[in-house]
């Protein structure tokens, strides 16, 4: 009877761990499915068919290789020089193919940017007054055989080394294709809604959350006395006065505390650099620059070149 107990005992425990092993056997199996569809998922394949296009879609270009994906960890394998400045607006992937018809390329870019906010950002940098401003995605700017638009979360380049008419005209229509593919539009940082109109140059507006997006489009100092942190969200615009150009800039902090840590660090190093009045105006450099602090947002101007334009310019931003 002992004997007959201890074999049944004996089976179950058998039992236990056939079951136990075929157990682990299928949570390995299921984790590997999991990783499988994870690194090839359908947010990835509908990332590369952005810039995916047959021949017949873009009459006689063909792929010249594969098209290319990078990340945070090897993008300046592709871009060594500017991945810097991408990740100063939270690049999160990009991806690229070249289009060949005989000796030509059409280079193709899409950078996925993580938000509108930072897609609009990386493009404004280039916005300038003057340029030549197309209607692809919500903003584009074409130069030559050079496109560069943003829609969405994404900032998109479309360039050709052969600068003619002909390859220009290519260039925008691949680029109105991967912005017809692009479903959702994003919008343009609330706080460019904060600037005044009256002597606004438009589409001068640009965005930067961090030091080194600041500095691409106007420098201050090598130290970072506004104390940008990429919670940070701040607009630069240029605006006119008959012959006279100047700077207008707001920046919101993520709280009214470290707006006022951040007025008081460019406040000291203003009154180092020049000379204030009577009107809390510094004069640096024979030039004016003023800061506010209202709540949790500093907004000023800078490049005023004379008393006159400083009273209007005061005026804006008061």
Known sequence: MRKKIIS???????IFIIISVIGCVKQNIDENQILAKSSSGDETDEFINLIKFHEKDISGWKLASKIRMYDKN?????????????????????????????????????YDMTNSENAFGIYSLNRYKGANYVRIGNE??????????????YYCKVYSFNQSEEYQK?????????ASRIHDFGKEPNIIKRLPQDGLIHKTEQFFTRKLGLDNVYFISDENVLELDG??????????????????????????????????????YLTKKGEINEKKVYKVENRFTYIKL????????????????????LDYIR
């Open 8 to 14: 049944k005992i004996y089976l179950l425990w058998a």
């Open 74 to 110: 090897n993008i300046f394998d592709y871009i060594d020089g500017a991945a810097e400045l991408y990740f100063a607006y939270d690049f999160f992937k990009v991806v690229t193919a070249e289009y060949q018809n005989g000796q030509t390329s059409i280079l193709v870019d899409v």
């Open 140 to 153: 584009g700017i074409l130069e030559d055989a050079t496109l560069e638009f943003w829609k969405g979360q």
């Open 170 to 178: 290519i260039v925008a229509d691949i680029g109105s294709k991967i």
């Open 231 to 268: 919670q940070t969200k701040g607009i630069i615009a240029e605006y006119q006065l008959n012959d006279k150009t100047f700077h207008i800039f707001m920046v919101e902090y993520p709280s009214p505390e470290k707006a006022i840590s951040a007025f008081d660090t460019y406040s000291e």
């Open 294 to 313: 209202g709540g949790n947002i500093i907004s000023g101007f800078w490049d005023v070149e004379s008393e006159e334009l400083m009273k209007i310019a």
